[in-house]
């Protein structure tokens, strides 16, 4: 299993959040020391990055996982503006969200990190691509 994997290298997962994302929105996570990865939820969204050819539309039950050192955006459309990670946590918890959704957000995204336990990094790591998008149906 890629749990499994995930151990045997000496990586560990972090969920950093869940969130209801409404209306037009983007966020563009910077390229850090870890891994990354997001589930889609509920609805969809876009993602891009310099790493990618084109951009890639990603759909509820899809998964992304990113290399480290890759920076990429997640957004509701293929070109929608988007704030960086920090702008965006400052900002959500002074948002008011629009409730005619049941306050569920039109897209739920699942985000976290996987954090390298052990130097030096897996020689694994050097050889994959630098995104992964997956269907988890």
């Known amino acids: 299993s890629l749990a499994h994997l995930m ?8 969920v950093s959040a869940q969130n209801h994302l409404y209306d037009e929105w983007g966020i ?27 951009t890639i539309r990603v759909e509820k039950d899809d998964m992304i996982f990113v290399a ?4 990429h955006t997640l957004s509701s459309g ?3 503006a988007a704030k960086s990670l920090s702008e965006f946590l400052e900002n ?3 948002d ?15 985000c976290g990190v996987y954090h390298f336990e052990t130097n ?18």
Not at 28 to 54: D, I, M, N
Not at 68 to 71: I, K
């Open 7 to 14: 151990d045997s290298v000496g990586m560990s997962p972090h």
């Open 28 to 54: 563009t996570f910077p390229a850090t020391s870890s891994a990354g990865f997001h589930v889609v939820q509920r609805g969809s969204c876009f993602l891009r990055s310099p790493c990618l050819p084109s």
């Open 68 to 71: 480290r050192g890759v920076e």
């Open 78 to 80: 293929k070109e929608s």
């Open 92 to 94: 959500s918890a002074t």
């Open 96 to 110: 008011i969200r629009d409730r005619s959704h049941n306050g569920e957000g039109i897209t739920t995204l699942l």
């Open 120 to 137: 030096p990094v897996h020689p694994f790591f050097f050889r994959i691509a630098r995104l992964h998008s997956l269907s988890i149906k």
